[in-house]
């Protein structure tokens, strides 16, 4: 069964970096699927954060993380990356990635906590 | 943006009872390829969320067949047959036809009364 695996979230101070992974299995990750970053903050709704293209030549993002926060992958590794800096109190959240833009499938999710 | 509306926010159902929760989107959300984006989520509490069904109507594999998905254009709806305790939970719709942002509806929680 496909699964994904995050992990790097933690406590950091505002303006603070941090980079969360994805491990990917059970499925063909390099060639077939776009991959997502979907938020939670606590007691709210999803949020979608941004995707990444089979190879890594496209990337989106919501506008509240333009110019602060990277999509990454490496297909090799059959991982997905999300760098965040200059983190803010708002980016607190559960990060969950998904496969594809549709999100067919789920990992556990990491908590990302910035506060000082 | 493509605005995603649901409604109600809060539904409790009775036991075996159906329940029905609707979603509009500030635009249609017909695809240039014809086809429609529209998929709901089933959050549990304390779990991820689970795709229930894409493509307005199509069943993600394991979903039981209490579960259906409607709509057209800009409405589109969720129904549950009848209510079981393990629906209890807060279910979403998502579009991912006009993108990006990809965008969420609020949520809806289901409660049994």
């Known amino acids: 069964e496909v699964q994904l695996v995050e992990s790097g979230g933690g406590l950091v101070q505002p303006e603070g970096s941090l980079r969360l992974s994805c491990a990917a299995s059970e499925f063909t990750f390099s060639s077939s699927y776009w991959m997502s970053w979907v938020r939670q903050a606590p007691g709210k709704g999803l949020e979608w954060v941004a995707n990444i293209n089979e190879d890594g030549s496209e990337k989106y993002y919501v506008d509240s993380v333009k110019g602060r926060f990277t999509i990454s992958r490496d297909n090799a590794k059959n991982s997905l990356y999300l760098q965040m800096n200059s983190l803010r109190d708002e980016d607190t959240a559960v990060y969950y990635c998904a496969r594809g833009e549709a999100a067919d499938y789920w990992g556990q999710g990491t908590l990302v906590t910035v506060s000082s | 943006d493509v605005v995603m509306t649901q409604s109600p926010l809060s539904l409790p159902v009775t036991l075996g009872q159906p329940a029905s929760i609707s979603c509009r989107s500030s635009?249609?959300?017909?695809?240039?390829?014809?086809?429609?984006?529209l998929n709901w989520f089933q959050q549990r509490p304390g779990q991820s969320p689970r795709r229930l069904i894409y493509?307005?109507?199509n069943r993600d594999s394991g979903v039981p067949d209490r579960f259906s998905g409607s709509g057209s254009g800009t409405d589109f709806t969720l129904k549950i047959s009848r209510v079981e305790a393990e629906d209890v939970g807060v279910y979403y719709c998502?579009?991912?036809?006009?993108?990006?942002?990809?965008?969420f509806g609020q949520g809806t929680r289901l409660e049994i009364k």
């Open positions: 998502m579009q991912a036809t006009h993108w990006p942002p990809i965008t």
């Open positions: 493509k307005v109507s």
């Open positions: 635009q249609s959300l017909v695809h240039s390829d014809g086809d429609t984006y």
